[in-house]
């Protein structure tokens, strides 16, 4: 397409994305669901927990869930066990967001599954998984985009913007995110 192309965003469509669900329990999730896993009145883990299994979340033990964290599509989440997801965490998946056992999610992080393809003049909807691997950290007001992997123990820095998967071990950090060094993890005194 040349660059003297227009874009004609009322040619947008998105009918052959399935989000999942029917549209009667997204209703409930997004006028019900979302507001009581956004509560900030409301401590427990455990709610939420519970909350986003009976949606369709998969969720193991000992996972923190914090307040103000949000979810688009809970059927979408894989969370293993003893993972922590900070406050404010918005983990916008379209399609599947796969979080390992001992993951933690710093607050304000955004996890982004879809984006539209920028050459087409209608806007067309890409959609791909995020995979985030045993141990790894993602640090606070990060940003993970699309189809990413962010490997066994790795870390993306504060603020860090990740258009790559990133290696086990490594720390990434800035926009965008390239390598700062290798992380090294001591033993337990």
Known sequence: MSASAKIDL????????????SWLVRMVWFTLGLPLLRCSVIPSSRFRRTLLQLFGARIGTGAVLKPGIR??????LVAGKNCWIGEDVWIDNLTEVSIA???????????????????????????????IREGAWVGARASITPGVVIHEGAVVGFGAVVMKSVPAYEVHTG??????????VTANS
């Open 71 to 76: 979810v688009k599509y809970p059927w979408n």
């Open 10 to 21: 009322s040619q947008f469509q998105n009918a052959s994305y399935n989000p999942g669900a």
């Open 101 to 131: 056992n001992n993951v933690c999610i710093s607050q304000g992080a955004y996890l982004c599954t879809g984006n539209h393809d920028w050459a087409d003049p209608a806007f067309g909807l890409i959609v791909r998984p995020i995979d």
């Open 175 to 184: 926009n965008p995110a390239t390598f700062a060094r290798r992380r090294q």
